[in-house]
């Protein structure tokens, strides 16, 4: 919105745009000129003029009060008050003064159009032009304004229903807009919570268990620590390099590059790793690897941190279901440690990630140690390596 222009459905925000709504509300008011020029040169009295000035001045006040009001939540009640307020006034003024003035019916009737709902509108309307008629047949030659003046006041009071229903569909839209635009917002603050709980926890493990194999190394293998040192340094500027991608939303992990980082990761933590062989994920859809990319990277960075395990188990298989066809990759460990008493944000955020790629996740203990299992829709002519 411009600083003269104002919207449809929009409010003047300042007294610019306030005069403008005025201008184009007030412009219709040329067609008061009937009762103006009655009272200029009607042959009234001084007092009578005097009082339909006034009248005219009420009338026009009330009328514009009740535009500029509408759509700022009054009550119907109250709406129709001010209608009959107005209708009143008019009923007064065309008696006392004559035909001229039974064009205040049809201001009567636009302003039933435009503040109140159609399912009342449609009688209020009709009932102005009603009381119009019975106001002409008893005002001398009223009858024969009255076909100029039935016309514009049913056409007007109907075409101001279909504004009113424009502005408020235009309201509508215009909050819908808002709500959507602030959902993608806390979506992408959700995603970029996502990555970086993925990606630092990750990175800052393995950074802490090398950065403890190089300090028991340091006195009696110098050569292993500077290597292990090495190793930190390399990490962490793949680390900058992760996160500098989620926050632009570029980061999109494989399958291929995980799985040779989980075993870099559990061997310097110490754990025997079972992996599968690189996969070939020709007809997997992207979401589908990324997806399981994410949930091997969650896996291994809670076997390293938080199991105690000795042994790790990758396997990855194609699997066929009575929904089609699914990839599968299941994590198992040894391990006993203490993984908390319910989901953590890391699960709660790879079942979020899963779900929006069509896949499940199920994560619990078992016999021997914890299990983690992510199934996703996979192309039917994947083909994944055994375990090895």
Not at 3 to 20: A, L
Not at 26 to 36: E, F, K, N, R, T
Not at 40 to 52: I, K, Q
Not at 340 to 353: A, D, K, N, V
Request: charged share 20%.
């Amino acid at each position: 919105m411009s600083g003269t222009g104002v919207g449809i459905g929009q409010r003047p925000q300042n007294p610019r745009q306030r005069f403008v709504k005025l201008l184009w509300t007030g412009i219709w008011l040329v067609y008061l000129s009937a009762p103006a020029n009655d009272l200029l040169h009607g042959g009234h009295s001084t007092g009578v003029r005097l009082l339909g000035w006034i009248g005219l001045a009420a009338f026009v006040t009330w009328y514009m009060l009740l535009l500029f009001r509408t759509g700022r939540g009054e009550r119907n009640a109250v709406v129709l008050g001010s209608l009959g307020v107005l209708a009143a006034q008019s009923t007064v003024l065309a008696l006392t003064l004559g035909r001229e003035w039974l064009v205040l019916f049809v201001y009567v009737s636009i302003a039933s159009g435009a503040a109140l709902p159609l399912r009342m509108a449609r009688w209020t309307i009709p009932g102005a032009c009603v009381l119009m008629t019975a106001i002409a047949f008893a005002t001398p030659g009223g009858t024969a304004f009255l076909a100029g003046l039935l016309i514009p006041a049913l056409l007007g009071g109907f075409a101001m229903t279909g504004v009113r229903e424009l502005v408020r569909t235009t309201i509508a839209l215009r909050e819908a807009r808002a709500t959507v635009a602030q959902l993608a917002a806390n979506e992408e603050r959700l995603r970029l919570a996502r990555d970086l709980h993925d990606l630092l926890g990750h990175s800052l493990s393995l950074i802490t268990i090398k950065s403890e194999l190089a300090g028991r190394m340091l006195p009696d293998h110098p050569d292993r620590a500077a290597q292990q040192v090495a190793d930190i340094e390399q990490v962490s500027r793949q680390a900058l390099v992760d996160v500098r991608e989620a926050v632009s939303g570029y980061r999109r992990p494989r399958l291929a590059a995980e799985l040779a980082g989980a075993k870099v990761a559990l061997t310097a933590a110490g754990v025997t790793a079972q992996l599968p062989a690189e996969p070939g994920l020709t007809d997997v859809p992207e979401d589908s690897e990324t997806a399981l990319a994410w949930a091997l990277r969650e896996a291994v960075t809670n076997v390293v941190r938080h199991s105690g395990a000795r042994r790790c188990t990758v396997e990855l298989l194609h699997r066929q279901t009575l929904d089609g066809p699914v990839l599968e990759l299941s994590v198992e460990d040894d391990g006993s440690g203490d993984r908390g008493s319910g989901p953590g944000h890391g699960l709660t955020g790879l079942t979020e990630r899963l779900t929006k790629a069509g896949g499940t996740l199920e994560a619990g203990g078992t016999r021997h140690g914890f299990r983690l299992t992510a199934r996703v829709p996979a192309g039917a002519s994947a083909t994944v390596g055994s375990a090895t």
